[in-house]
């Protein structure tokens, strides 16, 4: 009975300081990971520096979103995969709730229509911008990967089709294989971690079945449920780099289809940045767009899954992963590649369909240097950029 209501209170202790993260980390992966670093190592103390570097670096060398990873796996280091769960629901919901109502705020209105919605897609011009100079400039050191860089921009540009970021992330992690197979980590790292090998293992080959069956029960039933489950879970499946790298997967799988209008979908990008929590919570905003608040909850549960199950997957084998010189090397091509995808996706369909006018991108360098050299908080901007919109309509 007490080691019951123990557990309980550790698990009302991740929700509620999970919760308090959830409505108060702006700015992005990079930040989440201060703040994650601040409450949990330094103030807290539920792990060590060492355990925690170790983890942010697990989660980098994953695909799907990096800092909700971290927040999961905190969670399970310190209460179990309910622990995780509670922590994922904690730092997630407030965007999910945020990014649905103005899902839902928007329908019946005439998006393209609105003058305020053209200044949140200038937001996005600013902050995806911003996005690739700080991968670039950490991914794209030498120049081999600047090349690996541009043939993936190239790539995504020429041959856009539903497996085109697939092939060419998959091309970059062979690349990077050859030509980094000699990377070598002396560090000993060993930590132990509340989950069996067999339940890891289990996560790992639930993962791959569902990428590999979901796509072919979706051609089997033509139900519209399982081909949004779908999309989002092959999307968080295969995003590496962060939720900016989300944007050309999600924009391919949905706009083209009809799903959602081009306006729309950048609209809610623009809208993604003014709310805290992690940007992947973007396929709430579509989801709730598509097919109400309950496909809203869908596309969150499906998006997110991916990394709730390689995180859970991974972990046991942390230690052995992170030694292998040649994973490590074909993950140095593959960052490197979602810094030409990312490129590709500011080209078209951002820059395409936002920068139209000289005021457009006089604009959008304004919002992009409040960001980068003011370092103004991310909703000021999104606010300055919606009224912006607003005042160049009667320009």
């Not at 796996?73 to 919901?93: A, C, D, E, K, Q």
């Not at 053209?118 to 400039?137: D, F, Q, R, T, Y």
């Not at 083209?256 to 609209?267: V, Y």
């Not at 074909?330 to 006018?357: D, E, H, R």
Request: aromatic share 12%; hydrophobic share 55%; charged share 10%.
């Amino acid at each position: 009975m007490t080691q019951n209501k123990s557990r309980l209170q550790t698990l009302l202790e991740i929700l509620f300081v999970s919760t308090r993260l959830g409505l108060t980390s702006f700015g992005g992966p990079i930040a989440h990971l201060g703040y994650f670093h601040e409450e949990y190592v330094r103030k807290r103390k539920w792990m060590d520096e060492k355990s925690y570097a170790d983890l942010v670096a697990l989660c980098q060398f994953l695909p799907g979103p990096a800092s909700s990873q971290v927040g999961i796996g905190i969670g399970v280091m310190r209460g179990g995969v309910l622990g995780g769960i509670v922590s994922f629901i904690g730092f997630t919901f407030p965007s999910v709730f945020a990014l649905i109502v103005f899902a839902l705020i928007l329908q019946g209105l005439n998006v393209s229509d609105l003058s305020w919605i053209h200044g949140l897609k200038l937001v996005a011009v600013a902050v995806v911008a911003h996005a690739i100079l700080g991968m670039a400039e950490k991914l794209t050191p030498d120049l081999k990967r600047k090349t690996i860089a541009l043939l993936a921009l190239i790539g995504t540009l020429l041959w856009q089709t539903a497996f085109s970021q697939v092939g060419v992330i998959l091309l970059a992690g062979l690349l990077g294989f050859l030509l980094y197979r000699d990377q070598t980590d002396n560090d000993e790292i060993k930590h132990e971690f509340p989950i069996s090998k067999k339940f890891a293992v289990i996560c790992l080959s639930l993962f791959f079945a569902l990428l590999l069956l979901l796509p072919l029960l979706r051609d089997v039933t033509s139900n519209s449920w399982i081909a949004i489950f779908d999309s989002f879970y092959r999307s968080g499946s295969l995003v590496f780099g962060g939720g900016h790298v989300v944007l050309p997967l999600l924009e391919r799988e949905f706009v083209p289809s009809g799903w959602i209008s081009e306006e729309a979908f950048l609209a809610g990008y623009g809208a993604a940045q003014a709310v805290p929590g992690p940007l992947f919570t973007f396929a709430a905003y579509i989801g709730a767009v598509t097919n109400g608040w309950q496909g809203g909850l869908l596309a969150t549960v499906a998006i997110f899954l991916p990394a709730f199950l390689l995180i859970l997957g991974t972990l046991p084998f942390w230690n052995m992963l992170r030694q292998n010189a040649k994973i490590k090397g074909a993950l140095m091509g593959v960052n490197a590649a979602v810094v030409g995808i990312l490129i590709s996706a500011f080209y078209q369909p951002i820059w395409t369909s936002t920068i139209i006018k000289p005021i457009d991108f006089a604009f959008a360098a304004v919002l992009f240097s409040m960001l980068v050299y003011w370092k103004l908080p991310p909703w000021m901007v999104v606010v300055t950029g919606a009224i912006g919109g607003l005042l160049m309509s009667f320009l």
